[in-house]
């Protein structure tokens, strides 16, 4: 069993930067690839990132690409969202979800699941 609680959400101007963070309890956190994930009001859950536990590979929505950057600590069972040049558009809640074997892009790949964390962009 894993438990995984968000922090670092909030109000942010456009342009401006957020850092999301998932700390994990429970299992070891390093045999754990580590997604993110979005979902605004009225709209289905949608992938962010995601960032493996073999290599460390990440791998990002087109929508965030250049701006996001995922990473992981796993001697602090952490992992994080930094977010940069946010739009109005980013405004959701984020989720981060974690897995054991090699999840990809869809919500339903995923095992474990915070409870989410509320980003804002005002324009």
């Known amino acids: 069993q894993v438990q995984l609680v968000e922090s670092g959400g909030g109000l942010v101007q456009a342009g401006g930067s957020l850092r999301l963070s998932c700390a994990a309890s429970g299992r070891a956190f390093s045999n754990f690839a580590l997604g993110w994930f979005r979902q605004a009001p009225g709209k289905e859950r949608e992938f962010v990132g995601l960032?493996?536990?073999?290599?460390?590979?990440?791998y990002y929505a087109d929508s965030v690409k250049g701006r996001f950057i995922v990473s992981r600590d796993d001697a602090k069972n952490s992992g994080y969202l930094q977010m940069n040049s946010l739009k109005p558009e980013d405004t959701a809640i984020y989720y981060c979800?974690?897995?054991?074997?090699?999840?990809?892009?869809?919500?339903?790949?995923?095992?474990?699941w915070g409870q989410g964390t509320q980003v804002t962009v005002s324009s």
């Open positions: 960032i493996t536990w073999i290599n460390s590979a990440t």
């Open positions: 979800a974690a897995d054991p074997s090699f999840p990809r892009f869809r919500p339903e790949q995923y095992h474990y």
